[in-house]
């Protein structure tokens, strides 16, 4: 039983470390491979954090069971010894993680540049933004710009989102964009916080009342993704969810003029020719 704890503390990083390593196997992991370029990158900094992360945890437990192994009691005499402890040590285990932060902040500076800061976004998706977002308990409000409209500069972008055109397209919890296509839609909160969030392409932004946020994405290819709040807004949070559709350009077009179309319908159904005199007795 003397060296039991150490054998115990050993054998459950060891289960850890296998399990983790078979979770992919069964599902347990991402839902699937990111669907955007950006979050390809996104991906590839989770797993050096995750490689990182492992390696201390690894190194950790070994020392653990080296020192638990090594000074368990065996009930013979033996003298303590006591230590004031060792700077060298202490530098190595403050300036070492200290080094690793640094270098994860360096490594991901580009990465969180591009999609954070408006200067480094897709020019032509900033200057014809996809729509506007308005996250409300509990669902998404989406607006488009008029079907065939081009703004012409920034100063009309800013008129749209303060002043909405009679031709605007309007609808909820479903956003059709173009893919293989930089696209930036404007985020909105007309209540409490809210945050916009496409797991499949590792997008998240919260949406804060008072703010109107840029947000860019890209869609690697036509495909259904799934929009979700990620920020706890109520108690109908967990049923704020919404749906990307990714389409080719074409088809988005023909979308927004269907939807405009059925948008202006008033009911009365188009004139037909009138029926010839005796036509069907």
């Not at 190194?59 to 060792?86: E, I």
Request: net charge neutral; charged share 25%; aromatic share 14%.
């Amino acid at each position: 039983m003397r060296r039991f704890w150490a054998l115990f503390f050993l054998a459950w990083p060891i289960v850890a470390i296998a399990w983790s390593w078979a979770a992919p196997s069964y599902g347990w992991w991402f839902y699937r491979p990111a669907q955007s370029p950006l979050g390809q990158e996104i991906d590839n900094l989770f797993y050096l954090i995750l490689v990182i992360v492992t390696t201390v945890f690894i190194g950790t437990n070994l020392a653990l069971f080296y020192v638990l192994w090594k000074f368990s009691d065996d009930g013979s005499p033996r003298k303590g010894s006591f230590s004031h402890g060792s700077h060298i040590l202490e530098m190595v285990w403050t300036v070492t993680p200290a080094g690793v932060l640094l270098f994860i902040s360096l490594y991901q500076m580009d990465v969180w540049a591009r999609f954070r800061m408006t200067k480094n976004f897709d020019k032509e998706a900033v200057a014809q933004p996809l729509a506007e977002i308005t996250a409300r308990q509990f669902e998404w409000r989406i607006r488009y710009p008029a079907p065939g409209r081009k703004f012409q500069n920034k100063a009309e972008i800013e008129e749209w989102l303060k002043r909405p055109s009679r031709d605007d397209v309007y609808t909820v919890n479903e956003l059709h964009c173009p893919a293989n296509k930089p696209v930036l839609i404007h985020l909105r909160s007309e209540d409490v916080l809210h945050s916009f969030f496409i797991p499949d392409l590792r997008v998240k932004q919260d949406a804060v009342p008072g703010l109107v946020i840029p947000v860019w994405f890209e869609a690697s290819k036509a495909d259904h993704y799934d929009l979700i709040c990620a920020e706890l807004c109520g108690w109908g949070h967990y049923k704020m969810k919404g749906r990307i559709s990714a389409e080719s350009d074409a088809d988005f077009q023909t979308y927004k003029r269907e939807l405009a179309a059925k948008q202006a319908f008033d009911g009365v159904p188009a004139k037909t020719e009138t029926k010839k005199e005796g036509e069907g007795q």
